[in-house]
């Protein structure tokens, strides 16, 4: 039995083949999505970095800053695990599904391997995840493989401009179409794996939906920050 027919049959969803009788409603995506973003949000965070026997105590301030960084990087990666993994047709594979992956789309034939930025994967975690995708495929050859990247490596200029847009509070549109993204394809164990990233990602999953989800987390996110910031 494959990896897919598994998890189709042990949770309960419907395989491709199989009529869905629900139809999709973005309104109601939308706020089903801000309120389990709000719930990752909340969700306690370490406050203190553990003790280094190289470490002096005046330094204690910048490992816990540091800490709470990479604290939030984690809770954005998966936010956008689940922003993805909810919406139409798309299953958020979580932690604990047999191929160590993190998003499967049944209808379209589509499985994620997800990272919030380009360089949240080393060398060696990278060709792990790419492991893992090819290793699916050629076990549910009819599937295709997507090693997607939210936020992509920008040129200065670019970044300059990003920059400057965030500081003057612009219009979100903006700040999305500047993550214009990247398509390329990886051949990593015989397999051709697709590369997308930052808009072209988006707009390859959620179609014409993509401005409106990707501005949607934004917004949820940001009020929440100012909120409790009191920015």
């Not at 003790?51 to 204690?60: A, G, H, Y």
Request: proline share 2%; hydrophobic share 35%.
């Amino acid at each position: 039995m494959s990896i897919v027919n598994m998890f189709v049959r042990s949770s309960g969803l419907k395989a491709a083949s199989e009529s869905i009788d629900h139809k999709f409603n973005l309104d109601q995506y939308l706020n089903h999505i801000e309120t389990l973003i709000h719930s990752i949000l909340d969700r306690p965070s370490r406050k203190n970095a553990e003790f280094d026997l190289l470490s002096i105590p005046s330094e204690q301030k910048i490992l816990n800053s540091a800490l709470h960084l990479k604290q939030i990087q984690m809770k954005y990666g998966e936010i956008w695990q689940t922003v993805l993994g909810e919406y139409d047709g798309f299953v958020n594979l979580k932690s604990g599904h047999p191929s160590g992956l993190d998003i499967m789309c049944p209808s379209r034939k589509i499985v994620i391997e997800l990272k919030n930025s380009y360089n949240t994967d080393n060398a060696s975690s990278r060709r792990s995840n790419l492991d893992k995708l090819a290793a699916f495929v050629k076990k549910n050859k009819e599937y295709t493989a997507i090693y997607g990247i939210i936020n992509e490596k920008h040129c200065k200029k670019r970044e300059k401009d990003i920059e400057d847009d965030m500081e003057n509070d612009s219009n979100n549109e903006i700040v999305y179409e500047r993550n214009e993204g990247t398509v390329k394809t990886i051949l990593h164990n015989d397999v051709d794996i697709l590369y997308y990233s930052g808009k072209r990602l988006f707009d390859f999953l959620l179609g014409d939906d993509a401005p409106i989800v990707v501005n949607k987390v934004i917004n949820v996110v940001r009020d929440y920050k100012l909120k409790k910031y009191m920015i």
